[in-house]
C-alpha cells in the first residue's frame, strides 16, 4: 500500500473544539503532494491523527463562499 502524507499549508480557522482536545479546522492541506486544497475535519491536538471531512477545490470554496455571501 502507498504511503499517504498531507501537510497542512494554511490554518484559517477553529470551528468547534470536543471535551478530548480534537478540533474541527478550516486549513489549506496538500495530500500526496498535490496541491493544498480547502478541508474541513476533526484534527488531533497534535495534528498527527484526522477524522472524517469534506476538501474543496477553490473553485469549489468560491461557489460556498458566493452563496453565503448572497443570502
Known sequence: M???T???EEHLLVLSENDKGWTK????????GAPAKYDIRTWSPDHSKMGKGITLSNEEFQVLLDAFTNK
Request: net charge negative; no cysteine.
Open 2 to 4: 502507498a504511503e499517504f
Open 25 to 32: 479546522e478550516l486549513n489549506r492541506v496538500s495530500f500526496n
Open 6 to 8: 498531507f501537510e497542512i
